[in-house]
């Protein structure tokens, strides 16, 4: 009884410490490492334009962010699923949490939209998605809340820390490789297990087969699986052929021949953004006249 005492407690104490070191990490993980890309006048555009049921899509810039652009090759490090102002959720400074995320420190949460006003986004939304099925999809979220990331597994979280060159093929293993548990693993695991749960496809594993008859050899039959929640990340529902990207500068009437180019040089080495406001200043008269 004592020996079983005894590794009980030590257990306790290795969770602990690997708790205590698993924090650190993230942390380290979570520190910004750049400045957002994104500016005001797109969040607006955004807001006006998001619907329930959105997978937003946001280029993030922290250390765990560039990793996961890294190992997938893409703009997008992180994903929320847009669920509009719920009485059940709390209000920030005034503003309803509308965003539901798996944030690595902090578990499942709520947040208000401006959370990500400064960064680039992009709204995926989901083809002839039912009401019903909506709102079945924003409840599993919602049953979710609080969920927290598992920082005593260590595997989580070091790959992050040293990302390194893999075969393409191997790039979602890589990244579901760890606890396996879906409420902890990265953001886009959730939300796929959300839409998972009402059969609503994303990158379905397609398999194609014929009845067997020769008299109907042409005609083929497909067969769909849905992926396993862990697999997934952020860009698949920016490529799934089942959700439509929805850009909030052109679902608005848009006319290119009336865009308010600069009087100036329009071309830009680079990627850099000026900020959202340039106030020039009057030229100085020159003395004497």
């Given amino acids: 009884m004592l020996d079983i005492k005894e590794r009980y407690l030590g257990n306790i104490e290795r969770d ?33 334009t998001v619907a329930p049921g959105d997978v937003l899509l946001i280029e993030g810039n922290t250390r765990m962010s560039a990793a996961i652009k890294y190992l997938t090759q893409s703009t997008w490090s992180h994903a929320a699923l847009y669920v509009g102002s719920r009485p059940e959720l709390p209000m920030v400074q005034g503003e309803a949490c509308s965003l539901i995320e798996a944030d690595v420190l902090e578990g499942v949460r709520a947040v208000p939209l401006s959370c990500y006003s400064a960064f680039r986004i992009r709204i995926c939304r989901p083809v002839n998605l039912t009401s019903r099925d909506r709102e079945k999809l924003v409840q599993f979220v919602l049953q979710r809340l609080g969920y927290r ?128 406001i340039l106030t020039e200043l009057p030229k100085e008269e020159p003395s004497g006249v």
Wanted: net charge positive; aromatic share 12%.
């Fill in 149 to 276: 990331y598992d920082l005593k597994n260590l595997v989580d979280l070091v790959r992050y820390l040293f990302p390194f060159p893999v075969p393409v093929r191997y790039r979602r293993r890589l990244i579901s490789f760890g606890s396996g548990d879906p409420t902890r693993a990265i953001c886009s695991t959730l939300i796929a297990q959300a839409f998972g749960a009402v059969r609503y496809p994303i990158l379905p594993i397609i398999s194609r087969k014929n009845d067997g008859n020769p008299g109907r050899a042409e005609q083929v039959r497909e067969l769909w699986r849905i992926r396993h929640h862990s697999l997934y990340v952020p860009r698949d529902f920016d490529i799934s052929p089942f959700f439509e990207v929805i850009k909030p500068r052109i679902v608005k009437k848009f006319d290119y021949q009336v865009s308010p180019w600069s009087e100036g040089d329009t071309v830009i080495m680079g990627d850099t953004i000026p900020g959202d």
């Fill in 16 to 48: 602990t410490l690997f708790e205590s070191v698993g924090r650190v990490i993230a942390t380290y993980l979570s520190k910004p490492i750049g400045k957002p890309g994104g500016n005001s006048t797109d969040a607006k555009l955004v807001a006006e």
